[in-house]
């Protein structure tokens, strides 16, 4: 017995050693480079932005400001989180986001709430644990302005959420609500609050946006003389574009299409107010105060086009994460103060990258199956030495 080991390991094992060797390091080192970073470069690589109408204004051309418009990273926490998964997902959510950083050169970047998985329960330790890693993941630049908007896994949905779990996350992200660059007004609610039950926080959050409308409607020209804009500091002429976690109202995403839509079976379900969309008293109370010309929000997880009574769309981004959806995407607007125009840039397919893993595995075999093809005439001639003793 010891000989036929012998006499095997002799003649197939150990040419294997050298050329062999390295021809599978090289295959599986280039596969993974390539699955876990340069895929991402090229994929990116194919978006653009989109064109915008541009008036001159008094001989100069009207600014364009580039924003990227991302939701739902869900960065997981230490309860729900599987080492293996959270190390995965963010590897992912980094390398997306830094190439798209790199490769697009965005002026602003909102992501739409559900930053974090746990952040209505996490404790001290875990948040900050949390924080940290986000701050890793998604750092930029000093030319790159980074807005965040609350959700209710940042804070919990309204009956979990408390002033500590607020402050806690301003502290990090900036309690900034009204937000003008190049023209453009953004308003950043926390739609969290949008209860309408007078509980503290959410009367708090209105009378915070009731500001915000007066300071709009002063800006906007018709009223700009009346009294109660005097001494103001004026914001651009432009109708704001509102940025929340919760869509507004509406039934469900029945009229919702494209290859990122909610899946058909989904799609009938109606919402539940105040728990997948804004109270309909909610969205209204947004449409009237802020009158704004878009609307971006998260939380469903998938894409969707809606059209408001008044005329104002809203696109739902669909998440980030991978652990959401085979593919995630971010929405790149480009916009002027009186223009927009928004277009789409997936990122790599999760399971075009499994299938490259999996073509990857099946090669390998088939080089070593090679390698090994003299193995049934080694094992005939070790036979028959066996059978001659
Ligand atoms: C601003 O104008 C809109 C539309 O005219 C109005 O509904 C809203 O109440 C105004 N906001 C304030 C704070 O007065
Ligand atoms: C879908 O669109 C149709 C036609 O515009 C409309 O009547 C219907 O209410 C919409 N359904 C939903 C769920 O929004």
Redesign the pocket.
């Known amino acids: 017995m010891a000989f036929v080991r012998w006499g095997l390991r002799r003649q197939n094992f150990q040419p294997l050693s050298r050329v062999l060797l390295l021809k599978l390091m090289a295959i599986v080192l280039s596969v993974f480079l390539f699955c876990e970073y340069f895929i991402y470069y090229l994929v990116i690589f194919r978006c653009r932005w989109p064109e915008v109408k541009t008036l001159a204004h008094g001989g100069r051309q009207e600014p364009v400001l580039k924003a990227m418009f991302l939701a739902d990273t869900h960065l997981l926490g230490e309860i729900r989180g599987h080492w293996l998964d959270k190390l995965r997902r963010e590897w992912q959510m980094e390398r997306a986001f830094q190439t798209a950083l790199w490769l697009l050169q965005p002026e602003v970047v909102f992501i739409l709430g559900d930053i974090f998985d746990e952040g209505k329960w996490s404790n001290a330790q875990a948040w900050a644990d949390d924080v940290q890693r986000f701050q890793r993941m998604f750092r930029h630049g000093s030319h790159v302005q980074l807005k965040v908007v609350i959700g209710n896994h940042d804070v919990g949905f309204h009956y979990q959420m408390s002033k500590y779990r607020i402050k806690r996350f301003e502290k990090v992200f900036s309690s900034e609500r009204l937000f003008s660059w190049k023209g453009v007004n953004f308003v950043m609610v926390n739609s969290v609050a949008m209860e309408g039950d007078g509980c503290n926080i959410c009367s708090e959050a209105e009378a915070e946006l009731?500001e915000i409308?007066?300071k709009l409607?002063c800006s906007r020209e018709q009223v700009q003389r009346s009294s109660q804009c005097e001494g103001e500091h004026r914001l651009p002429i432009s109708a704001p574009v509102l940025l929340q976690h919760y869509p507004l109202y509406r039934v469900s995403d029945a009229n919702c299409s494209g290859e990122d839509a909610a899946p058909p079976e989904e799609r009938n379900v109606p919402f539940k107010e105040k728990y997948d969309v804004l109270s309909r008293e909610a969205s209204q109370k947004l449409l009237?105060?802020l009158?704004p010309r878009l609307i971006l929000s998260g939380h469903t997880h998938s894409a969707c086009e809606v059209l408001h009574p008044g005329g104002a769309p809203e696109v739902s981004v669909p998440s980030f994460s991978w652990r959401n959806r085979n593919n995630p995407s971010f929405i790149m607007g480009s916009l002027t103060s009186r223009d927009y125009s928004l277009s789409k840039c997936y990122l790599p397919f999760e399971d075009r990258v499994l299938t490259t893993y999996g073509a990857a595995v099946g090669s390998l075999l088939l080089l070593i199956l090679a390698h090994f093809e003299r193995l049934p005439s080694s094992f005939l001639s070790v036979w028959k030495l066996c059978r001659r003793r």
């Open positions: 009731r409308s007066r409607n009237w105060w009158r």
